[in-house]
């Protein structure tokens, strides 16, 4: 009797502690008060807090952390779970440093992609990336292919080679910005992988030769180039045929036909010239856009006054972006006067940021200077597939 009385004293312990870790993991994921609605729209909670409170790790540098979990052999992040007959995803990311920021599409709020995230089934996730994913793309070949559906690099420095070598994998992505970076022109092929994928801003270092190659460029809605010193080759597989509803060009060269092929893109809408010297006769070039509703010129431009003639003859454009120094107010009245459906918003010349060479990522979800007024330009990564 004596015998058995210890291991089952042993065994009561255990089973009350673990009960207890239990709840304590439960009332995190839950909080008293939780209603069955709430049980089903799990906010993204940290769980791994619990787990590792009051445990000082060593400190070790990012490189090195990074250059060990890659010879773990680890297993993909993301792993499906059963809680309360609710099924979810459990991402186990590394602890040691962070991947970057990871947020929900269409909400605000974001969270370091650092330990372990329990996410709702069915959540379109996006990744602002750091720079230890951009040195060390390797990273990334622990998403499992539907993982992610918006991927960005911001405020990355220097890059491996190979990079979309790892990217094409995550072939349910529906944005991807990459305007921060230089890419290999002979990587480009790899994007053509990414079947699904509506949204792309990139920098073309060199022309568009060989991004005008790419199948998927018709498929996309949105796109942005920066940095291309000839984009014709891009612009005139555009124009014959294409879903893109919104084009971005941000210091490229534009020539007339480069104009006269933007209209002839049947469905696009919206259409943005950034730090480009546009004239008069470019604006000319667009008058038979059958669809255009949206034109905004942002940073010096090469306009006077007299454009307005070509704004009237554009008869499907409804709001009009430009710096003030183009039109003054009675210009504008006398335009809308002409043209009743037309609106303006004008502004202080602003130049987008990055200097010349330099990408810049396209965001006008954030005001800045003048475009508190141009807030309609929802970030790539929030409004793919409108």
């Not at 909670?45 to 952390?65: C, P, T, Y």
């Not at 790419?214 to 984009?231: C, H, V």
Request: proline share 4%; with cysteine; hydrophobic share 40%.
């Amino acid at each position: 009797e004596k015998a058995l009385k210890g291991p089952l004293i042993i065994t009561l312990i255990a089973a009350t502690f673990l009960s207890l870790g239990g709840f304590l993991l439960w009332n995190t994921l839950f909080p008293p008060g939780s209603t069955e609605a709430d049980k089903n729209t799990i906010p993204v909670r940290s769980f791994d807090r619990l787990l590792s409170e009051g445990i000082q790790k060593e400190s070790v540098s990012e490189k090195s952390a990074v250059e060990e979990f890659l010879r773990s052999n680890r297993q993909n992040y993301a792993r499906m779970v059963t809680i309360q007959g609710i099924q979810q995803r459990a991402f186990f990311f590394p602890t040691e440093f962070s991947l970057g920021e990871l947020s929900f599409l269409k909400h605000h709020q974001t969270y370091k992609a650092t330990g372990r995230f329990l996410i709702p089934y069915g959540t379109e996730l996006s990744l602002t990336a750091d720079s230890c994913v951009a040195q060390f793309p390797q990273l990334l070949k622990y998403f499992q292919k539907d993982d992610l559906a918006a991927l960005r690099f911001k405020n990355v420095d220097q890059i491996a080679g190979g990079l979309l070598r790892y990217v094409c994998e995550l072939t349910s992505l529906n944005s991807l910005v990459l305007s921060t970076i230089e890419i290999d022109p002979k990587d480009f092929v790899y994007l053509d992988r990414l079947r699904t994928l509506k949204c792309l801003q990139i920098q073309l270092s060199a022309d568009g030769a060989h991004f005008s190659k790419l199948k998927i460029l018709p498929q996309l809605r949105e796109l942005a180039i920066i940095n291309s010193s000839i984009i014709s080759p891009v612009i005139e597989k555009l124009a014959h045929g294409s879903e893109l509803r919104r084009l971005h060009l941000q210091r490229t060269s534009l020539s007339d036909q480069d104009c006269r092929d933007i209209a002839s893109m049947e469905k696009l809408e919206d259409l943005i010239f950034s730090d480009i010297p546009v004239t008069n006769q470019n604006l000319e070039s667009l008058v038979s856009s059958p669809k255009l509703e949206k034109l905004t010129i942002l940073g010096n431009t090469k306009l006077t006054s007299a454009c307005s003639n070509a704004l009237i003859k554009i008869k499907s454009l409804r709001l009009v972006s430009l710096p003030e120094s183009v039109l003054s107010a009675a210009q504008i009245a006398k335009t809308k006067h002409l043209a009743p459906k037309l609106s303006f918003v004008s502004f202080e010349n602003v130049t987008t940021s990055g200097s010349p060479g330099q990408g810049s990522e396209i965001d006008f979800s954030e005001p800045h200077q003048g475009r508190e007024k141009l807030n309609r330009f929802s970030s790539f990564d929030r409004s793919y597939g409108k």
